[in-house]
Each structure stands twice: as structure tokens, then as C-alpha cells.
């Protein structure tokens, strides 16, 4: 499906091999005529994303493998996704735990993640939170809010959401790969997980919006902080912080494995680390995420494990290692 980080995901692909079809509704984005190494084989043009439903025997027939991005999954919708009946890289079942802001939090509470602290009650708001509606939304509509007036002033009507505290600290967003395949590197539950990557997100128009003053001036100017997401800013930490990365990834995978069987593949904890070099996990996104995108080549990290690595490419060694080894079930669902 084009969109999101498809153009990697392609790109990957063909580097380990594999012919590729492009899924889009409409006629084909021409920007892929400008980047041939990651331009599909072959173009399936649907009407809307449900056409999917009533071509899977097509794409069964094809041996179609479908990889889930972001975008993918929200424009479809999670329950459409999980019904379709087309092999698809990954757990199906961590789709509906991902969305729902709820299980979301029940299973990274559980796996015994520093979390923002949650407010039930708008009414008990006595501090900045953050708003956030359920789904993967690219930051489009999450706002601020400072009391119950402003909540309510700001709040869509009909929408589910969950209000966080407001946890002052940088944005790091980390890229893991859990392989339930491999097994030399580091030992997770009989599989291995890699740290491939991390980046920080620029957002519009709250990343420039202390140009023109501080959020209470624009405010009372009209001007509301938003957090749409326009781009991604590659970023390394530093290394001291590297155990306390793979400690918790270990345990989310852990945690996953207790309760939907597993995630595979690659999964994304979004993070605020506070000027106490402590972790508070906000989200998590258990697919590729746009992150990764400027790592077509590797990353600091992903070169000390292999050059020309990035995470599309080592979703199509995932396959090609399942397919070669008849596993492929483990991987797919």
C-alpha cells in the first residue's frame, strides 16, 4: 500500500529479491516513476481500500504477502485488516491492543513501563495533559489542554480518546525488530531483538510555534499548538541509555507473547526521556513506523549488525528466513 514507508518497504524487497506489488486507491502516485529501485513490479489500483476485501483470493492466488504500515491499517480500519483473509507479516491480534488507547496501556503497564500518568475525569484536570484520540492518526487532532474549560472548548464530539500528563523531556522514538527466528545476537524468549534505529518527530505547527511566543500568547491570539507530523529527524542516543532500551523492548516483547501470542517484526516505543534520564513510555506502534524512513541505508545502529540494513529490508529477510525454512506461519498471520 503506498503511503507511510512504503517506498522502503519496496525497496527492501527487491534487495532480498522479492517481486512487488504496489496497493493504491486511484491511479499510481507518480513520484514513484522518480525512485526506480523502489518502484513496484506491478500496481493493483483499487477503488477505496475495502475493494481489498473481494480481491484477496486474487492476491491469495499470487502468494501475496501483505507488510502493514501505519497508514495501511488506519485507512482500512484494524477489523477490516484482521478479517482479511491475505498473509500478512506480523500478528493480526496486536492491531486491536495498538489502537485501543486502553489495552495500549494495560499491556505496557503491565509489562512494567514508566508510563505518563493517565486522567480519567477531564474534571480532575489541574495541569497540562495531552489529548490524544485512539488510532494512528499521524498527531492530527491531539491538543493541550490545562483545565476542564479548555478541555471541553477543544475536544471533538463522538471521538474516543485518552488524556496523559504533559511530561516535559526530548521525544526519542525507538525502533526494535523481534525475530522469533534468528537466534544469535540478543536472546529475547527464544528468538533475538535488534535496536535498528530512532528519530524524533517535527510536528506543525507546535516544533515552531515558540517563534512567535510562548502557547498561552498564541492562544490568546487564536493560534492552537498542533501536532500533525510533517517529517522525521534521525537520532542517536547516548549509549549509557542503551540497557534501559533493551530492557524495555525485552519486556514489551515478553508481555505480548503472554497475551496475543507475540509481536514479530518491527514495533516502535514512543518515548519522552526526562532530564532525570528517565523513560516514560507514551505509545506504542507494533508495525513499521514512518521513523524509520531516513534509514534507507542504515543506520549507526543497523551497521553495526549489517551495512545496507534498513527496517524494510529486514522484513523481507524475516520472510525469505521463514519461507526457507518453512516456517513461514511464525512470521505471517
Sequence with gaps: MTSHSSLQIFHGAKQEGFRTLGITVGKPPRHYDAFPLSKPDRWLELKDYH???DRADELVAENVILIPHGSFVEYMGGKNYEKLPVPSFGNKQVLEWESNRTMEREWLHAAGLTMPEEIKDPKDIIQPVIVKYHGAKGGRGFFIAKNYHE????????????????????RYYLHYFFSPLREQGYSVDGGILEMLSMDRRDEANIDEANRLGS???????GISPTFVVTGNIPIVLRESLLPKVFDMGEKVVKESIKRFGGLVGPFCLETVVTDQLEFKVFEISARIVAGTNPYITGSPYMDLIEPNLSTGRRIAQEIRLAADAGRLGEVCS
Design 51 to 53: 475493494e481489498l476485501m
Design 151 to 170: 478541555f471541553m472548548r477543544k475536544i471533538e464530539k463522538g471521538q474516543s480518546y485518552t488524556i496523559q500528563e504533559f511530561v516535559l523531556g526530548t
Design 215 to 221: 502557547i498561552n500568547e498564541l492562544e490568546a491570539v
